[in-house]
């Protein structure tokens, strides 16, 4: 779609592309099957069946409602810091930070979560935490749009970077401050209360951050595609230039377009805190930013479609515990699946406008 | 191949008969078609070792095309090309290049960030990947002094103007290997006067060392003074050749050949005063000739519609920069103490060789660029700030470049109109499309300027759509003051004309306009008072009726008055 | 100590090194290759597999080498083939290294090689501390040292080095010259590949003699990173890279002193210190970005 949009401009008015109907349709699928077909070479090399494989990914993803809720479980975060990518991305910027704003989201909550806010009750507790790590994720991300605003530095370089910084200072505080004094030297925090943890649907482990997530991939689509926020938003994604001569302070909506992205990668965080560990471990959400990040250029930096783009990767993470599991394949053999999904989308041109 | 002749001042050649020397490459019957559209028509064309050949033409006469058949980029749909007298394929311009054609274009094939050598060692073949600096280095002075083009090898080529840059261009030609003919695009353009001087002479001096030279131009004065023959094109086909020896290089004729029997239409001017003559008149002439044919009406208005003789003020001053000191992007200086009023009502053209300012002046009277000094008032108020303030104070910018700097890919026109022209329509949240729809479909200018679609995705306009686009909002706006650039760059005569003729409109509403052009014939026709820019100054105003193409064109050449 | 400090950023800098100098290459030809860390990993694996097989690390480093050049050639073909977005595109192939490297190199991990080890240049060595410091090291050190003058003279006193920079500039300039720039830009992608394999390499089978799954660490994004930083001048990356290698010497020596600094502020310093020196020299100056880099970074044409 976007390609052929692409192609348009190139073409005199008028003369839009005119192929058969099925032809894209046919091209599409190619595109999305093609990679699973590379990956299972891959898994042949290994001795691994890819049908077998393929099927247990689908099995374990509908067999029943318990894997269900583990595959939303998983799209949870992907949802939050694939929003930190896309929102971004239709203001014209690149944030790769998604890693390390969630990180710090996830410190900042559970620092709050054990220091203050242990004898609150749920009601007041649990928003309070999340607007921590939202705070917590803003700040981080506050750093990258400072950096580009101020300085002018590209926030694809520096939010990568810090990256790595805001992993060291996770570690740096769970082997201090907020180490557990009971972990025998294990670096993790203190439990937080169960006050805190966020309530769970029967019979699964999914929990009510699913639904945080639907709501603000929601309220982003809301803002981006019906607001004059969003308008606005959308025309400096669309033409800088043109934003500039439309008398924007293009600089002011940088920095707050980033820290909003911030503060959506922060929450995510705090609901991997809340919702699932109960505890900050230095691997707490690791790779999800960046996870995110493919989910959002997946969905071509449509909120919407990134909620079907973030259930397709947690369908694909899921598989991948079951791929160590099951198979005996490291985990990180899902990037290779993931990384030869995007090559292929790139290829084909799916996602050649960051911004539209 | 060299000396023995000596050069005079004087334009014509003495001694042997140029039709002796040997022919390096002709053509025969060479044929050119884009679809229906016959760009170059049965051409036949000479170019001898030690001739001057001019070929002349006015816009879209076929020069370029005929040009790029000759140096390969295109490949002739039909006739013969021969070089020594054989047939030779051209295609593609690295062949061309092999067989010893040259060209120096008109917008340089320069990499700014790089030294003069390294631009000329990219283009020179010589020595593979290797790179001899000094003996190259010395080269470069070699030549540069043989033909008096002074090129510094370490210079950096951004900090070049335009006519060092062009030196750069030639040398690079003359030192690839074997070059015998070189086509010259346009060379004058760049120039300001005394280097046009120079460059003839140097010229002159190619000329007598034995190269092959294709003027092109459209400037009949160079073509007197240098050339030995000239072919003039119109509408893709040769109407008239001829050499110097057969006393064929006659003014008159050319210009007939040139214009055709348009020129007989330039009876309007006579409504303008004296004075106009010459260039203006031509390009009146000519555009008047299309939009008869177009089915047009007479152009909208002349200076004699106004009424007023001399410069005489309007309206009250809407904007006025005092001492202003405006720089550039690597922060040199582009124009110093400049002063200028833009009165209520009144179309101010600015007139200039290209990359004299233009587009600076432009930005920094909309806010996208700061004053480096000076002040800048608008209604009698010091105005600092960025676009914002600029907008809120009555001004609307039409860039040089809408398809660059205000289409936004995937936004449709309506779209468009409701990020800047029409007043905004908040409904909760959001954006009340069906009003904002509602008021661009009920407003004059729109209609008047035949406006596409509402839906239809800007980014899929042809350019005269988008610069409708730009200009339909600019005037929605109803500006006190409408700064615009180079509105009908690049349009067919009947969307120019209802551009123009909006603009008329609007400064007759008590609009301030400042008006950019290329073109001296639209500045003329539009404009109550003309300013030019040249050599870091704005010069003038100037009432039109009181000088004339010429006046302003020595202007803008030499800067000081002349 | 300071000598230790010092000895320690040649070592642990020049991964990083090698890495920003074939992006520099890369980058001058107007590509952005955020897939230097995959590069880098594919590197190191390859490097120390084929050391661990052979025994001879010198074809660990034509392997690690090329394994890297393989790597950059995915992201050659989409980027410069296809038109896709180069940020994307790179940051993609880091993670397709982190995946293979991994996916391969489990049975890697517990490997133990000979490699390279410190060879002291005999005489020069023995003058006290510059010798310590510069004239002990492994032969990939060694080599990075010269390669960085080199790679100064190939790019700025060389009619290919010309045409390399032509390519990040003005494209069409090398058209009319009749030379074709993708294939300029093929070459310097895959250029930066491979000495970012190499530099792989100088990781696993110099530095640390061993595999680890995502050994690299984020050195790939820094070398990209040094790149700007260094205005695209070799000398200036090299510089930079041993700068980042010195805080991690820092914190080798600081961590063995005893000293009550936590060892995670130390990790972080390397990357802080990149953010700091890249702010610092924006700050001073707009630096000359490659024209057709610069539109990699504000998205105005192609992709």
């Known amino acids: 779609m976007k390609a052929t949009a692409a192609l348009a401009t190139a073409l005199p008015e008028g003369q839009a592309p005119r192929s058969p109907r099925w032809r894209p349709a046919l091209r599409q699928t190619l595109i999305i099957l093609a990679p699973f077909a590379l990956f299972a070479i891959f898994l042949l090399a290994n001795g691994v069946n890819p049908l077998l494989l393929y099927r247990a990914m689908f099995v374990s993803t509908f067999g029943d409602l318990y894997g269900f809720g583990e595959v939303l479980i998983k799209a949870t975060p992907f949802v939050l810091t694939g929003l930190a990518a896309a929102l971004p991305a239709r203001a014209g910027m690149i944030n790769v930070g998604g890693e390390g704003q969630l990180a710090i989201g996830a410190l900042v909550s559970t620092g709050f979560a054990v220091f203050l806010l242990g004898g609150l009750p749920s009601w007041l507790g649990i928003p309070l935490m999340l607007l921590a790590g939202a705070v917590g994720g803003a700040l981080w991300a506050g750093v990258v749009a400072l950096l580009k605003v101020k300085g002018n530095l590209n926030e694809t370089i520096t939010s990568l970077l810090l990256n790595y910084v805001a992993a060291f200072t996770v570690g740096l505080f769970v082997h201090g401050l907020l180490k557990d004094p009971e972990s025998f030297n294990w670096p993790f925090s203190p439990e937080i209360n169960w006050t805190l943890r966020l309530p769970i649907i029967d019979g699964t482990r999914l929990h009510v951050g699913f639904v945080i997530a639907i709501v603000l991939a929601l309220a982003v689509w809301y803002v981006l595609g019906r607001t004059r926020l969003g308008f606005r938003i959308r025309v400096l994604g669309g033409n800088r230039l043109a934003a500039e001569r439309a008398g924007m302070n293009v600089s002011r909506m940088q920095l707050w377009v980033l820290i909003a992205a911030g503060a959506l990668a922060g929450i995510a965080g705090m609901i991997e805190i809340a919702g699932i560990e109960g505890r900050l471990r230095p691997s707490t959400g690791v790779n999800y930013g960046y996870l995110g990040f493919l989910a959002a250029w997946m969905a071509w930096n449509k909120p919407l479609r990134l909620l079907l783009t973030a259930f397709v990767l947690g369908m694909i993470s899921v598989a991948g515990n079951s791929l160590e599991i099951g198979s005996g394949l490291p985990s990180s053999s899902v990037h290779i699946l993931m990384a030869l999904v995007l090559f292929f989308l790139l290829g084909s041109g799916a996602g050649r406008k960051v911004k539209t | 191949m060299n000396d023995s002749e000596r050069d005079n001042s004087t334009a014509g050649r003495e001694g042997t008969a140029a039709s002796a020397a040997p022919c390096l490459l002709e053509t025969r019957g060479l044929t050119k078609r884009f679809g229906a559209l016959v760009a170059s028509r049965a051409i036949d064309l000479q170019v001898r070792a030690g001739e001057i050949h001019a070929i002349l033409g006015e816009n879209g006469a076929g020069k370029s095309t005929l040009m790029k058949m000759l140096y390969g980029v295109y490949v002739p749909d039909e006739g013969e090309l021969r070089m020594d007298g054989e047939l030779a394929v051209l295609h593609p311009p690295a062949k061309a290049r092999a067989r010893g054609i040259g060209m120096v274009f008109q917008d340089f094939r320069l990499v700014p960030a790089m030294t003069v050598l390294d631009n000329i060692a990219l283009s020179s073949s010589e020595g593979g990947w290797r790179m001899r600096r000094k003996a190259l280095h010395r080269r470069i002075l070699d030549v540069s002094a043989k033909y008096g083009l002074s090129v510094d090898p370490e210079a950096e080529v951004w900090q070049l103007d335009l006519g060092q840059r062009q030196r750069l261009e030639i040398v690079k030609v003359l030192l690839a290997h074997g070059t015998r003919i070189i086509i010259f695009d346009e060379p004058t353009s760049v120039l300001v006067p005394q280097e046009v001087v120079a460059f003839l002479e140097m010229l002159r001096r190619l000329r007598a060392d034995g190269y092959g030279i294709l003027l092109i131009t459209h400037k009949i004065d160079e073509v007197m003074a240098c050339a030995d023959r000239a072919t003039v094109l119109r509408s893709g086909a040769v109407t008239y050749a001829a050499t110097r020896e057969e006393g064929g290089l006659e003014r008159e004729s050319l210009i007939r050949a040139m214009m055709g029997d348009k020129e007989l239409r330039a009876v309007v001017k006579a409504r303008r005063g004296p004075g106009t003559e010459g260039v203006a008149a031509v390009i009146e002439a000519g555009a008047e000739a299309s939009d008869v044919a177009n089915g047009g009406e007479a152009p909208g208005r002349t200076r004699a519609d106004h009424g007023s003789a001399a410069l005489s003020p309007i309206g009250k001053t809407m904007l006025a920069v005092k001492g202003g000191l405006i720089r550039g992007n690597h922060g040199e200086v582009v124009l110093r103490e400049l002063e200028l009023e833009l009165p209520r009502g009144a179309i101010t053209g600015v007139a200039g060789i290209s990359g004299n300012g233009q587009r600076e002046l432009a930005e920094t009277l909309f806010g996208l660029r700061e004053l480096a000094g000076g002040t800048l008032t608008v209604g009698g108020r010091r105005l600092r700030g960025g676009v914002r303030a600029f907008m809120d104070a009555g001004v609307s910018f039409v860039s040089e470049d809408p398809l660059k700097e205000s289409v936004i890919p995937g936004f449709s026109i309506l779209e468009h109109m409701v990020l800047d022209g029409l007043a905004p329509q908040p409904k909760g949240t959001g954006i009340d499309w069906k009003a904002a729809r509602t008021e661009l479909d009920a407003s004059e200018a729109a209609a008047a300027l035949a406006l596409a679609s509402a839906e239809r995705r800007a980014d899929t306009l042809s350019g005269g759509n988008v610069q409708r686009m730009v200009l339909t909002r600019a005037l929605l706006r109803r500006p006190d003051i409408l700064i615009i650039s180079y509105p009908s760059r690049g349009l067919d005569i009947g969307t120019t004309r209802t551009i123009q003729q909006q603009l008329v409109a609007l400064a007759e509403q008590g609009t301030a306009v400042l008006l950019f052009s290329e073109d001296l014939g639209e500045l003329f026709k539009l404009s109550d008072r003309l300013v030019v820019l040249a050599g870091q100054r704005l010069l003038g105003p100037y009432a039109p009726e009181d000088t004339d193409v010429r006046q302003i064109g020595e202007r803008m050449l030499k800067g000081e008055s002349a | ?303």
């Not at chain 3, 032509?166 to 300039?173: K, L, Q, S």
């Not at chain 3, 640390?208 to 070799?234: C, D, Y």
């Not at chain 3, 009550?260 to 802080?272: K, R, W």
Request: glycine share 14%.
């Open chain 3, 1 to 303: 100590m300071i000598a230790d400090i010092l000895t320690g950023a040649l070592r642990s800098g020049t991964s990083v090194m090698l890495a920003s100098q074939g992006e520099l290459i890369s980058e001058r030809a107007g590509v952005i290759n955020l897939g230097t860390e995959g590069s880098m990993l594919g590197g190191a694996l390859g490097g120390f597999a084929v050391t661990v097989w052979t025994g001879n690390p010198w074809l660990g480093t034509l392997a690690g080498g090329l394994c890297g050049l393989l790597m950059s050639l995915i992201h050659a073909f989409l980027v410069i083939t296809c038109g896709a977005n180069q940020l994307a595109t790179g940051l993609t192939l880091m993670f397709f290294g982190m995946g293979v490297t991994a996916f391969f190199g489990r049975g890697f991990v517990s490997e133990q090689i000979v490699g390279f080890n410190p060879v002291p240049i005999p005489l020069l060595a023995d003058i006290p501390l510059l010798g310590q410091v510069l004239f002990n090291h492994d032969p990939l050190t060694y080599l990075s040292i010269l390669l960085v003058p080199l790679l100064w003279l190939l790019l700025f006193r060389t009619r290919l080095g010309v045409i390399v920079r032509a390519a990040g500039e003005r494209e069409e300039v090398l058209l009319a010259a009749g030379i074709n720039p993708q294939l300029v830009r093929y070459a310097a992608v895959l250029a930066g590949g491979f000495l970012a394999g190499v530099g792989g390499v100088q990781l696993a089978v110099a530095f640390t003699h061993s595999w680890v799954e995502n050994m690299v660490q984020g050195r790939g994004v820094v070398a990209v990173a040094l790149v700007i930083f260094a205005s695209w001048k070799p000398l200036r990356a090299m510089l930079g890279a041993y700068l980042f290698g010195a805080a991690q010497a820092l914190q080798l020596t600081v961590q063995q002193s005893g000293l009550p600094i936590s060892p995670f502020f130390l990790f972080m310093l390397p990357y802080l210190l990149t953010l700091a020196a890249l702010y610092l020299v924006e700050l001073r100056q707009r630096s000359r970005m490659p024209e057709a880099l610069g539109r990699v970074f504000t998205g105005t044409s192609g992709g």
